[in-house]
T-cell receptor
Framework: DTGVSQDPRHKITKRGQNVTFRCDPISEHNRLYWYRQTLGQGPEFLTYFQNEAQLEKSRLLSDRFSAERPKGSFSTLEIQRTEQGDSAMYLC?????????????FGSGTRLTVV | QKEVEQNSGPLSVPEGAIASLNCTYSDRVSQSFFWYRQYSGKSPELIMSIYSNGDKEDGRFTAQLNKASQYVSLLIRDSQPSDSATYLCAVTSNNNDMRFGAGTRLTVKP
């Protein structure tokens, strides 16, 4: 168990560019979540997968955001045409089981800065 | 009304004191409740979970849940400077994605 890995740790991009982040969950965890966190706020839910199926996507999520988990293992989060308001920490988390009584394990996050 | 509400703090306590962190939630069907600790620049780390009304103790930490009042709290006994961090309250319900409060920043002064 090597924990949840995220890559890259930091990303600086110019406004209008596309960026893609990767998350490798704990291997036996079937659920994978993406959150976004800005300074002084708690993590904000973006989307989650059970195995390869994307089961929920936040209504607040712009259509510039897309996520995939093609083989039920790693996941990618892509942001197209980045805006300065996209600057945040993007957190990936995973867990096992399907009930409500399971805590998440978070990765170290990808800090995005849009200039 | 936010789904999960916490006092943003900062909460400051002297070393050795009890730190009390509070959280309220709006969704009555919420089933599970979690406390995460987040150091500055780091990702959240799970420290406590509670599912039933009452108290749950784990070392210096005690989580308290009152579903009728939609209230959950975290007590940290014998607070240490290393406990200085932001504490996030989180809840889940049947749809299973976790919703977080904005966090309470705790400072333990030596």
């Amino acid at each position: 168990d090597t924990g949840v890995s995220q890559d890259p740790r930091h990303k600086i991009t110019k406004r209008g560019q596309n960026v893609t982040f990767r998350c490798d969950p704990i291997s036996e965890h079937n659920r994978l979540y993406w959150y976004r966190q800005t300074l002084g706020q708690g993590p904000e839910f973006l989307t989650y997968f059970q195995n390869e199926a994307q089961l929920e996507k936040s209504r607040l999520l712009s259509d510039r955001f897309s996520a995939e988990r093609p083989k039920g293992s790693f996941s990618t989060l892509e942001i197209q045409r980045t805006e300065q308001g996209d600057s945040a920490m993007y957190l990936c988390a995973s867990r096992t089981g399907t009930g409500a009584n399971y805590g998440y394990t978070f990765g170290s996050g990808t800090r995005l800065t849009v200039v | 009304q936010k789904e999960v509400e916490q006092n943003s703090g900062p909460l400051s306590v002297p070393e050795g004191a009890i730190a009390s962190l509070n959280c309220t939630y709006s969704d009555r069907v919420s089933q599970s409740f979690f406390w995460y600790r987040q150091y500055s620049g780091k990702s959240p780390e799970l420290i406590m979970s509670i599912y039933s009304n009452g108290d749950k103790e784990d070392g210096r930490f005690t989580a308290q849940l009152n579903k009728a009042s939609q209230y959950v709290s975290l007590l940290i006994r014998d607070s240490q400077p290393s406990d200085s961090a932001t504490y996030l309250c989180a809840v889940t319900s049947n749809n299973n994605d976790m919703r977080f409060g904005a966090g309470t920043r705790l400072t333990v002064k030596p």
